[in-house]
């Protein structure tokens, strides 16, 4: 597909790098630019731009480190043809440099895992159902090891999690999920450290698997409400 000659214009601000991504996102949204696309060479952007082309290699760059667009040698610029997790990365530190917003990082949480919880319900298998029952399973083994490591217990946690996102069959949830609990990890960590917080994530993590197993949205919701209090009031410890 060509592109079209109003998809980059001549930018006049101050900020030229800044703009030209903001260009490149733009053109993706108006469906001027498609996956697997390539772009038109260093030296047209420039001129549809009206900038330098070290301000177009250095958007380039950036563009590439966030995995929206793949830079082959020789063969030009591509917008990426696969999302990259990479993409996710701005997110992810806008939230690791609020942590202390306990109140918006909880009500964020919540909102997002009361629906993949409520969609995985849906749409699970029941091979899927008795994977993420396996897996809090293998979280409460461990717990009771003598000698446990926390971060091991962590991502056990976690694993419970990712099965659960797995079971919505739908990648873009999956892909998100992935990055949103992951951010959460040092928080998750802080809760469980202590035999109290260790115990009530358990206990709480089996009311979410029976409220699956039901298939009850209200329950579901109540369940993965009730297990993320618990989390707040440890994540509050640090945050207060």
């Known amino acids: 597909m060509d592109i079209k000659e109003e998809t980059f ?11 030209i991504i ?5 053109a993706l949204i108006r469906g001027d630019l498609t996956p697997g696309q390539r772009l038109p060479s260093e030296n047209e952007l420039a001129q549809r731009l009206g900038v330098g082309r070290g301000a177009i ?19 030009g610029t591509y917008i990426t043809s696969e999302p990259s997790p990479m993409l996710l990365t701005p997110l992810s530190f806008v939230i690791l440099l609020q942590m202390g917003m306990t109140d918006e990082l909880f009500e964020l ?12 319900a849906r749409k699970a298998t029941r091979e899927e159902m008795e994977r993420i029952a396996k897996t809090l399973e293998d979280w409460s083994i461990f717990a009771h090891e003598p000698a446990r490591d926390i971060d ?13 996102l797995t079971a919505t069959h739908n990648p873009f949830m999956i892909k998100i999920g992935h990055a949103i609990e992951e951010l959460f990890y040092a928080s998750m960590r802080t809760t469980i450290s202590d035999g109290i917080g260790l115990e009530l994530g358990i206990e709480g993590h089996k009311k979410i698997l029976q409220a699956l197993y039901s298939r ?9 409400e009730e297990s993320l209090k618990n989390w707040e009031r440890g994540l509050k410890k640090l945050y207060p």
């Open 9 to 19: 214009k001549s930018l006049k601000r101050n900020r030229v790098v800044d703009d």
């Open 22 to 26: 903001e260009a490149i996102k733009q």
């Open 57 to 75: 290699r250095e958007a380039m760059k950036m563009l590439s480190a966030l995995g929206v667009v793949e830079i082959k040698q020789g063969n």
């Open 109 to 120: 949480r919540s909102l997002f895992q009361v629906g993949y919880c409520q969609l995985a």
């Open 152 to 164: 091991q217990l962590v991502q056990l946690d976690l694993n419970f999690h990712f099965a659960i």
């Open 216 to 224: 009850d949205p209200e329950k579901i919701r109540l369940s993965v």
